[in-house]
């Protein structure tokens, strides 16, 4: 069994989970921007791409934070009935529901307050789920994602999205020092949360990525995984069917 890696190690991981993001909500959008350079943005439409061929109707998107995932997906795809969102903090879920009114989404979009690993949903509600940069923050992944597989219809699909390893040499390299020293320096800073920003490469290092990762889908219950490589391995978009 890998070592669990918390933000604060003081309390569970949920706990500790909740309090760093219900810590961070205010700055979250600025700083995720800031340090992706809107590549984050590319990676979420080309998974976004993947599901529309599927025509879901409805989307539950787990871990939807401050709902950027959400709201990239009424926004390109259209077609979308409902889109709930849930996320174990109600600090990132404020930020969120802010946007949603802004953009006046409130008949589509619905953000609870939720926890992965016991989802308020019945059997095969959703025609598909989603998580963004979500599933590495679970205190029990297989609980969790065999949650998203209870809630998903039968030939539905779910696509995830969450930081890898690149293996290559420069990209290796220079991501490496970027993310493990350039990011936590001055995200703990901006943060105002002296673990936030070391925790983030700290829960990719311990992160079950690749194969493992989609071993893991097929054992809950998934079909036809498919793993896609992002900007050199930094991320890896996941999908499956149920
Ligand atoms: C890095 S943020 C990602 C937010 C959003 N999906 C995005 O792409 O910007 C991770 C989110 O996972 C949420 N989270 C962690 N564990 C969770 C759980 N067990 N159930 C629901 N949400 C969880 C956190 O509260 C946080 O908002």
């Given at each position: 069994?890998s070592?669990?890696?918390?933000?604060?190690?003081?309390?569970?991981?949920k706990?500790?989970?909740e309090?760093?993001?219900?810590?961070?909500a205010?700055?979250?959008?600025?700083?995720?921007?800031?340090?992706s350079?809107?590549?984050?943005i590319?990676?979420?439409k080309?998974?976004?791409?993947m599901?529309k061929?599927?025509?879901?109707?409805?989307?539950l998107?787990v871990?939807?934070?401050?709902?950027?995932?959400?709201?990239?997906?009424?926004?390109?795809?259209?077609e979308?009935?409902?889109?709930?969102?849930?996320d174990?903090?109600?600090g990132?879920?404020?930020?969120?529901?802010?946007?949603i009114?802004d953009?006046?989404?409130?008949?589509?979009?619905?953000?609870?307050?939720?926890?992965?690993?016991?989802?308020?949903?019945?059997e095969?509600?959703?025609?598909?789920?989603t998580?963004?940069?979500?599933?590495?923050?679970?205190?029990?992944?297989e609980k969790?994602?065999s949650?998203?597989?209870?809630?998903?219809?039968?030939?539905?699909?779910v696509?995830?999205i969450?930081?890898s390893k690149?293996?290559?040499?420069p990209?290796k390299q220079?991501?490496?020092?970027?993310?493990?020293?350039?990011?936590?320096?001055?995200?703990?800073?901006?943060?105002?949360?002296n673990?936030?920003?070391?925790?983030?490469?700290e829960?990719?290092q311990?992160?079950p990525?690749g194969?493992?990762?989609?071993?893991?889908?097929?054992?809950?219950?998934?079909?036809?995984?498919?793993i896609?490589?992002?900007?050199?391995?930094i991320?890896?978009?996941?999908?499956a069917?149920?």
């Open positions: 069994m070592e669990v890696v918390k933000p604060y190690n003081q309390g569970s991981k706990q500790e989970v309090a760093m993001f219900d810590n961070i205010h700055k979250y959008d600025f700083l995720n921007h800031f340090f350079l809107g590549i984050d590319l990676w979420r080309r998974a976004i791409r599901i061929k599927f025509n879901p109707k409805t989307v998107d871990a939807t934070g401050t709902g950027d995932f959400a709201l990239l997906t009424a926004k390109h795809y259209p979308v009935k409902s889109i709930t969102g849930i174990i903090s109600e990132m879920l404020e930020m969120g529901r802010k946007k009114t953009r006046q989404l409130n008949d589509k979009l619905t953000f609870l307050k939720a926890d992965s690993e016991n989802l308020p949903f019945e095969g509600h959703f025609d598909a789920v998580v963004a940069f979500g599933v590495r923050n679970f205190e029990n992944l969790g994602l949650e998203m597989f209870r809630v998903t219809k039968q030939g539905g699909v696509a995830i969450e930081f690149p293996k290559r040499f990209i220079l991501f490496g020092f970027y993310f493990k020293f350039i990011m936590p320096t001055i995200g703990n800073w901006l943060s105002k949360d673990r936030a920003y070391t925790y983030l490469p829960s990719v311990a992160f990525e194969q493992v990762f989609g071993d893991i889908l097929s054992k809950v219950g998934y079909s036809k995984v498919e896609i490589s992002l900007s050199g391995g991320a890896s978009i996941y999908f069917r149920k």
